[in-house]
Nanobody, 124 residues
């Protein structure tokens, strides 16, 4: 089993920054990990993914160049640095981990394990 706990959500004005954290426990170190988000009234969507090796990444086009995903397995933690935030980034952000996906299949396949989510609100 893998447990995922997010933190770092909050409210910020457009153009600002936030850093989300996801602390993992269990046998996650060989899993692909990523972030998804769900805006009010919309379906959950992929944001970013990172390989178990901590090196390879994949981003949704809507966040490319503004968000940075990283992880350090030795610290049991993954982060999402969000810069130049826009009102359309407002959503609940979920940490995810999957044993079978790659960073390219995670967006469509989804994940085995999910955190409970943190709310990010960006005002204009």
């Amino acid at each position: 089993q893998v447990q995922l706990v997010e933190s770092g959500g909050g409210s910020v004005q457009a153009g600002g920054s936030l850093r989300l954290s996801c602390v993992a426990s269990g046998a996650f170190r060989t899993y692909v990990m990523g972030w998804f988000r769900q805006a009010p009234g919309k379906e959950r969507e992929f944001v970013a993914a990172i390989s178990w090796s901590e090196v390879s990444t994949n981003y949704a086009n809507s966040v490319k160049g503004r968000f940075t995903i990283s992880r350090v397995n030795a610290e049991n933690t993954m982060w999402l640095q969000m810069d130049n935030l826009k009102p359309e980034d407002t959503a609940v952000y979920y940490c995810a981990a999957d044993r079978s996906s790659t960073i390219w299949t995670l967006p469509s396949r989804g994940a085995d394990y999910w955190g409970k989510g943190v709310l990010v609100t960006v005002s204009s």
